[in-house]
């Protein structure tokens, strides 16, 4: 099957049916394991992008955070949120079909604090300088929970069987 075509059918059908153009599809051992199109304009829901859509289906039906042995395809580069959840299910390897530069003359999807293009650069800001208006309110109890959840897992701060990086 052609998993990158798969990807480009889901988003084409999505816009006819009046959806985003985006889809992914997640395979591992060569099948298909979980696919979505983006679908924010059909649930009024801001994360309802077709990663994060896709990334659930397949945990849960693998029962697992980590998607290590799977290819993601994806039909643009992925947002900064998909990113982070990409990065989060650390799959074997993530596979775009087109740029923001490449679709931009026919979808721009920039928002009040939020403008793909400059995204990056405001993300590596101090959280006091970025657009989004953030106030830090220091909890003791806070960190408690996290001394918590240590304490639970035998001393461990690392979630078990995350993969790490070498």
């Known amino acids: ?17 009046g959806g985003r ?31 994060i859509l896709a990334i659930r289906e397949a945990c849960t039906k693998l029962g697992t955070e980590h998607l290590s042995d799977a290819t993601i395809y994806v039909l643009a580069h992925p947002c900064p949120m998909c990113l982070g959840a990409l990065y989060y299910c650390s799959p074997a390897e993530v596979v ?22 400059t995204f990056y650069e405001e993300i590596a800001k101090p959280w006091q300088e970025r657009r989004l208006p953030m106030r830090h309110e220091p909890r003791e109890d806070a960190v408690e929970v996290y001394r918590f959840w240590q304490e639970r897992n035998g001393g461990e701060r ?5 993969p790490i990086s070498v």
Request: aromatic share 10%.
């Open 1 to 17: 099957m052609d998993f990158a075509q798969r990807t480009i059918d889901i988003a084409r059908q999505n816009v006819a049916e």
């Open 21 to 51: 153009p985006f889809a992914t599809v997640i395979v591992k051992d060569g099948e298909i394991v979980a696919e979505s199109p983006n679908m924010v304009a059909q649930t009024g829901d801001p994360t309802a992008h077709a990663e």
């Open 96 to 117: 775009f079909l087109t740029t923001r530069d490449a679709y931009e003359p026919h979808y721009v999807d920039d928002r009040k604090y939020f403008e793909l293009g």
């Open 158 to 162: 690392r979630v078990a069987g995350a």
